[in-house]
């Protein structure tokens, strides 16, 4: 293979057919291994084409035309986004309200899993069964947890606000009130998520701290709190990382709950941008303009990504480089 | 340390007292969050065993003052589709996880022993495309299964499954073929067995916890996805249990008969999330792992 060289190289050019060529192998061997292995890929490279690449294409495409999918898509060239930035009046409003969601969402969820899990970590009895319980709320389906909720959060006779009023507070109208609607998907986005994958991330990410660096630190005179910030922070940062991209990411997509538990109301109090992205596309069936909401989300979404990967390298310390 | 406890004695049996006021309030915190965090599933667990006039009592009580394990069979009774509902998730949920965790073994093996052109490439751009988010393909899908007639049919919520099992899938498997020593291939194949074989015979005996790890999270995901069925279904005999939840809640069935039917469904919500409950005990182990591999590998 490698042991070519130069001066035996177009002898062996000369030799090699077209199917060589288009293949790139040199040996019966090599022309099996790559036969197989196209084979084997085979499967992906059609749903790579038919399921990723081609809706790509056509979703770029459709994101720059007028499409009700009964007539034929019309060009618009850029008035789709034109219209989502300045005569949308949801478009903002609603991306706006997504952001919200995911800075009440995410940094709770964050700092509350790692709570979690260094209560966990500690090695006492029982740690498992308490893991489980912390994480059973992660699995409730959207739909369960949004019914489940709403029912609790009732205003006059559900039992949280009953519970509130025994410690003498009047309880807010939570999902039926504007001014409450949002704050309360965020709540029940803290139950569902401190517990969830955040929490296990954590829990292997601290299990897989050095014993030796505490030990380091003890010599050292190091308090708790200092071994925290200089060995436990430092040495969990990658799974920090982890689970602020995939938290962001996750928040920014929220759906199923808001749909659900609120239907985007009241008063499109939690009107997020992924309901209006599916109220465009599924509900008005106006296929071009919800194309292009969906890539200027994904442009959204990817950049904030970058950003934070870019941020990452001051921050972020991967033991084994 | 002997040392230390010597000269120290007294220092020695504070710091010994303090680590067991640690665990006390350790464990205090727990017992503490653990009520929390269960403490509307106990709820509404309690509430799907009332009956109806137990629902307007104010205050609520907390546990029915005889269980009504009958309200379990009463939604079955109040909604005809409620069997149907989970048989159409079963059979969604094997179909993709079946066909995603075979191809996407597959193609995993192929990325990861097998040279040929464009390999790299087609690598490189299947992990670009995790990064991008489901809505910009959703209404391409959406138009091309509406033109295969497959409106109304589970098919797109299992058929995709089939072509590779998605990105994710195939970069944890192949994660994982690759850290299998290539001498155990090599040694099966100068005994002349076929690319197949060794997959078969030496790799999948090897790759049960990866295989394991994908399959219970693609059940989890299956069975919990909501936005498929949504866009795609439209009778409700077709709906998935996550969908046919929502069934339950935008047309009341106490409309129709004039009672409440909170309880009824509250038995409804604990039943959709109880195979999940049931897959996480038997399958904890895998179902760590699995976050854990994606959360350190992704």
């Known amino acids: 293979m490698s042991t070519t060289t130069v001066a035996e190289l177009p002898l062996a050019r000369r030799r090699r057919s077209w199917l060589a060529k288009l293949l790139r192998y040199r040996t019966m061997g090599e022309l099996r291994d790559c036969l197989w292995g196209m084979a084997f890929a085979l499967p992906w490279l059609i749903g790579l084409l038919v399921f990723v690449l081609g809706p790509i294409i056509v979703s770029v495409y459709l994101s720059l035309t007028r499409y009700d999918i009964i007539s034929t898509p019309e060009f618009l060239g850029l008035d789709n986004f034109k219209r989502a930035f300045f005569e949308d009046e949801l478009f903002w409003a609603s991306l706006g309200r997504t952001f919200k969601y995911a800075v009440g969402v995410v940094p709770v969820s964050i700092v509350g899993a790692l709570v979690l899990a260094m209560l966990l970590n500690q090695g006492h009895k029982g740690t498992n069964l308490f893991r489980t319980f912390y994480f059973l709320p992660h699995l409730t389906p959207a739909v369960a947890m949004a019914l489940l909720w709403r029912w609790l959060l009732q205003p006059s006779v559900g039992p949280v606000n009953y519970a509130l009023k025994q410690v003498g507070i009047n309880g807010p109208g939570w999902l039926a009130d504007p001014k409450w609607a949002l704050n309360s998907l965020i709540m029940v986005a803290w139950w569902g998520s401190l517990g969830g994958n955040n929490m296990l991330i954590f829990l292997a990410g601290l299990q897989g701290v050095p014993q030796e660096l505490y030990d380091a630190a003890d010599v050292d005179g190091a308090g708790r709190w200092r071994k925290f910030l200089n060995v436990t922070l430092p040495m969990i940062s990658p799974a920090l990382f982890f689970n602020l991209i995939m938290g962001v990411i996750g928040a920014l997509k929220v759906f199923a709950m808001a749909f659900v538990a609120t239907g985007g109301g009241p008063s499109r109090a939690t009107w997020f941008y992924a309901l209006h992205l599916y109220n465009w596309a599924f509900q008005y069936f106006e296929m071009g303009y919800a194309a292009a909401l969906a890539w200027i989300f994904a442009f959204v979404v990817i950049v904030i990504t970058l950003v934070q990967f870019k941020l990452s390298k001051g921050w972020v310390f991967y033991a084994g480089e | ?298």
């Open chain 2, 1 to 298: 340390m002997a040392l230390k406890a010597q000269s120290m004695p007294k220092e020695f049996r504070s710091v010994r007292a303090s680590r067991r006021a640690t665990m006390v309030l350790s464990y205090v915190a727990m017992v503490l969050l653990s009520v929390l965090f269960m403490f509307p599933w106990f709820w509404t667990m309690g509430t799907s065993l009332k009956r109806a006039p137990e629902l307007f009592i104010y205050p609520p009580p907390f546990v029915p003052e005889i269980p009504q394990w009958d309200n379990y069979i009463e939604v079955f009774r109040r909604v005809p589709f409620f069997g149907r509902f989970f048989i159409n998730s079963t059979i969604v949920v094997v179909l993709s996880t079946g066909g995603g965790v075979l191809s996407a073994l597959l193609v995993a093996y192929s990325f990861a022993r097998f040279e040929w052109r464009g390999r790299d490439i087609i690598f490189g751009i299947t992990l670009a495309t995790m990064m991008l988010p489901d809505q910009v393909t959703q209404i391409p899908k959406y138009l091309l299964f509406k033109y295969l007639k497959w409106m109304d049919t589970i098919k797109p919520l299992w058929v995709p499954a089939w072509f590779g099992g998605g990105a994710f899938s195939i970069f944890l498997i192949r994660q994982f073929i690759m850290s299998i020593p290539r001498e155990l291939d090599e040694a099966a194949k100068i005994d002349g067995a076929n690319p197949l074989r060794v997959l078969v015979t030496i790799l999948l005996p090897l790759m049960k916890p990866v295989i394991a790890t994908i399959s219970v999270m693609s059940f989890l995901w299956g069975w919990n996805d909501f936005m498929g069925p949504l866009i795609y279904l439209a009778t409700p005999e077709k709906f998935t249990v996550a969908l046919g939840m929502r069934y339950f809640d935008v047309t009341p069935a106490g409309q129709s008969w004039g009672m409440p039917t909170d309880h009824l469904l509250m038995a409804a919500s604990v039943m959709s999330t109880l195979p999940i409950i049931i897959l996480f005990f038997s399958a904890q182990r895998y179902f760590v792992q699995g976050i854990v591999m994606s959360g350190i590998k992704g």
